[in-house]
């Protein structure tokens, strides 16, 4: 069963990135703990780090070094583009058109 619940939330990584971006900038591991509390599920940061690189390809993101100068640390920072904005505007329209209906009807509860 957590195998089923974590092969959904997979499938869900990209949007909820994209959405944690929309947001606003985040480094990785920022990243990775805002999914663990929408979600409930530790990301690999095997697979978060990865999946931002290809995104940057991709021209989805950008990413720059910002200094923290409090802890004396860089950390490398992720942003949307355009192209990765509307992307995510299309993610949404289809949440918000299509898949609203399904997901109301899902939480139904049908004993009732």
């Known amino acids: 069963m957590v195998e089923i619940i974590r092969s959904f ?20 591991y920022e990243i990775i703990k805002e999914f663990r509390r929408l979600t409930g599920v530790d990301m690999n940061p095997g697979a978060i780090y990865p999946l931002l690189h290809s995104l940057e390809k991709e021209g989805l993101t950008l990413s720059r070094w910002i200094s923290d100068k409090e802890k004396n640390m860089s950390r490398r920072c992720y942003f949307l583009t355009v192209r990765g904005k509307r992307l995510f505007n299309r993610f949404r ?20």
């Open 9 to 28: 939330l997979n499938g869900l990584n990209l949007i909820i990135i994209l959405w944690l971006l929309s947001v606003k900038p985040r480094h990785g």
């Open 93 to 112: 329209i289809l949440f918000k058109e299509r898949l609203r209906s399904f997901a109301e009807s899902l939480l139904l509860d049908v004993d009732s």
